[in-house]
């Protein structure tokens, strides 16, 4: 279960929840995006409240427990997105956290007081260009995304050296030779 720390207990016992997003995209450079109206210093970072944050989405998740994705748009006027996702930004993290506002309308930005929403990498990046609008797509998964990709491993020993000269575990795996190996969790 997770547990709050007292100021951010008190904001969510309270009737009136306001937040703000901040997100941060760790590609070639790292960019700081908010949400809030004003640009926001949190763990010594300035999150820019002009940095182009167009739209996000709530964390989806799928019917089997698989992947879980998150959408966040970013207007591309200063042309920043288009060079990073040509130097591939799938794989690079992506981290969104929320902040509240308590009582007296002051953020809080206290370590203990900063919720993690989501914690992924870039999946599939993408441009749109409407001839008024341009924006940067990037829909970002977590680590059990892996859990459908496919990958081809070929066990001869000709295949294992590829991988490590060293590794003499599949040295037997001849087209003569019969062996029975173990497969999943042990």
Do not use: C
């Amino acid at each position: 279960m997770r547990t709050f720390s007292a100021a951010v207990q008190a904001v969510l016992d309270s009737d009136l929840i306001e937040f703000a997003f901040l997100i941060k995209l760790s590609f070639n450079t790292t960019y700081y995006l908010t949400s809030n109206s004003h640009d926001i210093v949190y763990d010594g970072d300035t999150y820019l409240a002009n940095g182009g944050l167009y739209e996000f989405d709530s964390p989806k998740f799928s019917t089997v427990v698989d992947r879980e994705s998150y959408k966040v748009v970013i207007s591309e006027l200063l042309d920043e997105m288009l060079p990073e996702f040509k130097l591939n930004v799938v794989g690079k993290p992506i981290e969104v956290f929320v902040t509240l506002r308590d009582a007296a309308g002051q953020l809080l930005l206290g370590t203990s007081d900063v919720l993690s929403v989501y914690k992924g990498v870039v999946d599939k990046p993408s441009i749109t260009n409407n001839y008024e609008t341009k924006l940067a797509l990037l829909e970002g998964s977590s680590p059990m995304a892996d859990l459908d990709m496919v990958k081809t491993f070929i066990s001869s020993k000709d295949g294992m050296d590829q991988k490590s000269v060293t590794d003499t575990s599949f040295d037997e795996v001849y087209s003569d030779n019969e062996v029975t190996l173990k497969w999943g969790k042990t």
